[in-house]
């Protein structure tokens, strides 16, 4: 049963004593989802490691759907990162795709990504609806921030994009290559081949999408 935030405790949030406990639900959560999974995962035992209530739980995020949602989407944050304009403006533009193919990669394939990724695929196979929030959580999100910074370099003339959606997912597959089902299914990572294709990919996009 889900139970929404009241309107004096929305109100609150922004107090530090409750952006502390916000952060700390956050943390708790997101270890035991990535650890356990979705299914595994309790607001109860999310709560007494977070060392607040349930309903203090509740009250932050309405319910553990919510809160999952919340726990990825702050995951992917530190990858967005890379991709902001702020934080990617300056340099050539073959250096800073590479340094997004490298961060994608590198956070792809931390050991609990791969893991977390393995648990919310089983647990779509019975409720879709885990599978969706993940992807507008975290993929979905991050092809958009990804598509923005490359519309921001076709409009400096760095690049020549007519559809920055459709330039990102061939860019992130080409970093991802073959790798991708590697650690997916077990096999030793490969830091040097990994290298050599992001830097084709980034060779091959840059041919593609090159300004003219």
């Known amino acids: 049963m889900s139970i929404a935030p009241s309107p004096s ?3 609150r949030l922004g107090r530090p004593a409750d952006r502390a406990k916000r952060a700390a639900i956050l943390d708790a959560a997101t270890g035991s989802f990535f650890e356990h999974g979705f299914a595994a995962t309790s607001i109860e035992q999310v709560a ?5 209530s349930k309903v203090t739980v509740y009250n932050h995020f309405g319910d553990k759907r919510a809160l999952f949602a919340a726990s990825v989407e702050r995951e992917c944050r530190k990858m ?3 991709f902001s304009i702020r934080e990617s403006g300056e340099g050539p533009i073959r250096e800073r795709l590479k340094a997004i193919g490298e961060a ?3 956070f792809l394939s931390r050991p609990e990504m791969i893991q977390f990724e393995r648990r919310i695929a089983a647990e779509t196979e019975t409720d879709p609806e885990i599978g969706r929030a993940f992807l507008e959580a975290g993929p979905w999100r991050m092809k ?3 598509a923005v910074f490359l519309e921001h370099a076709a409009a400096a003339g760095e690049l020549t994009i007519d559809d ?3 330039a990102a997912e061939q860019f992130v597959s080409m ?3 073959m790798g991708d089902l590697d650690r997916r299914f077990g096999a030793h ?24």
Do not use: N, Q, W
């Open 48 to 52: 007494a490691d977070a060392g607040v």
């Open 9 to 11: 405790a929305t109100s």
């Open 175 to 177: 970093c991802k290559g």
């Open 80 to 82: 967005r990162g890379h």
């Open 164 to 166: 920055p959606g459709i």
């Open 189 to 212: 990572s490969d830091p040097v081949g990994s290298a050599g294709r992001i830097e084709r990919a980034v060779e091959v996009f840059l041919a593609a999408y090159g300004a003219r």
């Open 104 to 106: 994608m990669v590198a």
């Open 144 to 146: 958009a921030a990804f």
